[in-house]
């Protein structure tokens, strides 16, 4: 098969979330199958970056993104039509006449069986297509609505509050009429694929979970003394920043009121003085991590933690954790849409009082800590290693070009 791929962003190095999604599967499509990829980058130092990729892909076309509107009158503008036509105004952040232009000279000179659009707000450049819709895929690795709608829940009265309402609110009417435009799109998750089923039920869709390389990851033994929280997440993504607040916050000190010697290690890009300003005795800020060294910080801990009260799709980090045999205390958002069990293969809750007291219970209690990760480490084994994952996504494919 001929794919062409078209992203918000080049997935290398696959540092998080859609990066490293689109990273395995690259790798592995590659092996029979053309890969084209076309991607946004920052700068020429991203190009660079970018060479790995080459050995997977037949092809790889950064497009250096640049503001089409810089003056306040003409973004001004350009958010009223957005508001006109009834698009979301986050999708601005990813429109580039150069990125039109380029996905129409590619699809002008070359034949593909199948081309992949990431995120819904990357989707309106389906129009740069010129009619050749017919193999157009849309992967939605959110439901933007619910994750704003979600992140609106949870922030304080403020300017943005006010846009994240907006969003969720455009979104909820737009993400489901611009899916319909493709022949296929590809949720996370069943919950997600039924959110948008709900408002066009006609709609083609699969779930294609997250997953993780299970044949890189060397399970580890059970670390009995260990007293140490690991949270790992991007905190330039809002939810990641408010679960690693609200977590250092309110449920932290009801844990140390009961358990002495508890640290807690937030390790993930950080841009924002409200993390930093976290970093006490007991908490550690480590900011972003090459992949290779987070073994260690697995090893060194007793439990990984998602707080999460926003958001939407699959989380990575609860399937890293578990490939590790690290058990999970998650809320009920934070590991939605995986197949998982409370008490089971996971700890869920959602109180700060009931999650402080999951964590107590997992760090009193050796042998449920290893009965969870035991579990939780055969389920991801199974059901979400990388290989499976792919093989599934060549299925949808071979489909869509039998129709």
């Known amino acids: ?14 540092s998080d979330g859609d990066k490293i999604r689109n990273f395995e599967l690259i790798k592995r499509l590659g092996r029979e199958h053309k890969i084209g990829l076309v991607g946004f980058v920052n700068s020429d130092h991203d190009i660079k970056n970018a060479g790995p990729l080459k050995e997977f892909c037949d092809f790889v076309e950064p497009v250096v993104f640049e503001e089409d509107y810089k003056s306040l009158l003409k973004r001004a503008k350009r958010a009223f039509a957005y508001l006109v036509r009834g698009e979301p105004l986050y999708n601005r952040w990813t429109w580039s006449a150069d990125m039109a232009k380029k996905i129409t000279e590619i699809v ?7 081309i992949q659009f990431e995120h819904s707000y990357m989707a309106s450049y389906i129009y740069s297509l010129n009619g050749k819709k017919s193999a157009a895929v849309l ?6 609505a619910l994750k704003f709608k979600t992140m609106f829940k949870i922030e304080p009265f403020s300017l943005d509050k006010l846009r994240f309402f907006l969003n969720a609110l455009m979104y909820k009417n737009w993400e489901p009429k ?18 948008l089923k709900r408002k066009m039920p006609g709609l083609r869709i699969q779930a294609i979970p997250n997953g993780v390389d299970t044949k890189s990851i060397r399970p580890l033994s059970l670390n009995k003394d260990s007293k ?19 977590f250092c916050r309110r449920i932290l000190p009801l844990i140390k009121k009961r358990v002495s010697g508890v640290k807690v290690l937030l390790v993930g890009n950080n841009s924002s003085p409200e993390i930093s300003d976290l970093a006490s005795f007991d908490i550690e800020v480590l900011g ?9 910080y697995y090893e060194d801990s007793a439990m990984t933690i998602v707080p999460l009260r926003a958001g939407s799709g699959t989380r990575f980090k609860i399937l890293e954790s578990m490939a590790y045999k690290r058990p999970v205390v998650s809320t009920s958002i934070g590991c939605e849409g995986l197949g998982v069990r409370n008490r089971q293969n996971i700890l869920i809750a959602d109180k700060p009082q009931d999650f402080a007291g999951a964590v107590i219970e997992l760090l009193s209690d050796p042998g449920l800590r290893e009965e969870i990760s035991e579990n939780a480490c055969r389920l991801v084994r199974q059901k979400y290693d990388w290989d499976v994952i792919a093989e599934n996504l060549i299925t949808l494919y071979r489909g869509i070009i039998k129709q």
Do not use: C, W
């Open 108 to 114: 002008n000179k070359r034949h593909f069986d199948i």
């Open 1 to 14: 098969m001929n794919i062409l791929i078209i992203s918000n962003s080049i997935p290398y190095p696959p």
């Open 228 to 246: 140490t929280l690991l949270f790992v997440g991007k905190m330039t993504y809002q939810p990641n920043r408010d679960a690693a607040i609200y």
């Open 288 to 296: 972003l991590l090459p992949r290779q060294d987070l073994a260690r």
């Open 178 to 195: 611009i899916a319909d435009k493709f022949v296929q799109s590809v949720t996370m998750s069943d919950d997600d694929a039924q959110a």
């Open 139 to 144: 992967t939605l690795h959110n439901i933007e």
